[in-house]
């Protein structure tokens, strides 16, 4: 099915549950409750359209980057700390979730648009010993030196290379991306069985699935 029930949309996207019966449905891939379909962002969140219509040709007409390249697709599902470039307007956005844990666009300057945080979510050895990590956004990378599952690492989008590790660790500085706590920064105060984070003066359990190294 092309279109999902409004009633039925994640409570992280920003929209009413009243209006429209049906709304555009993302492509699959990446996680629903941090994602969102470009076409809604452009028309019933920055609102630089009115119609879907409008949408198309904007996507169309080659207007609109996600992390640096030019996406014609209304479906692609934006996703944390994706990026979104209005060329025609040099207007630059960053995909984030706010403390009511809903999906929100922070506008930054176009210098910041060339770097990205990615969470690592998987790695497998590859024939020769070769190492390839999976991130949060589909991208894959082949990397030698150490790394684990739920770091996170910065990339330079015009290169598409690794420039440092963000371990998770002690002291690490986080993003909630899931769980009650969504929306919210934090520190890492202890990593045993459990990971602890320290939020807003109080030290909370949070599953590694739902922590995002952000320093």
């Known amino acids: 099915m092309s279109h999902l029930k409004r009633k039925t949309i994640e409570r992280s996207w920003p929209l009413p549950r009243k209006g429209t019966k049906y709304l555009l449905k993302s492509y699959p891939g990446k996680k629903s409750e941090i994602s969102i379909p470009l076409g ?13 219509k409008e949408t198309k040709a904007m996507l169309h007409d080659n207007g609109i980057a ?3 390249k030019i996406n014609t697709e209304e479906k692609f599902p934006l996703s944390i700390f994706d990026t979104l470039s209005l060329l025609k307007l040099n207007k630059h956005f960053r995909l984030t979730l706010n403390e009511k844990g809903k999906i929100d666009f ?6 910041d648009t060339h770097q990205k945080i990615c969470k690592i979510t998987g790695k497998k050895v590859l024939k020769g010993g070769v190492q390839q990590i999976n991130c949060l956004d589909g991208r894959n990378f082949i990397y030698k030196d150490k790394i684990s599952i739920n ?3 910065i990339i330079d989008l015009k290169t598409n290379k690794i420039t440092k590790i963000l371990p998770l660790k002690a002291n690490s500085e986080v993003f909630i991306i899931g769980g009650a706590h969504i929306g919210e920064k934090g520190k890492i105060a202890e990593i045993d069985d459990k990971i602890k984070v320290h939020i807003k003066n109080k030290n909370f359990e949070i599953q590694a699935k739902n922590i995002f190294v952000i320093q």
């Open 151 to 153: 770091d996170s690492m």
């Open 106 to 111: 922070d506008e930054i300057p176009e210098k």
């Open 40 to 52: 809604l962002v452009l028309r019933d969140i920055l609102k630089v359209a009115s119609r879907r």
């Open 66 to 68: 996600v992390d640096g």
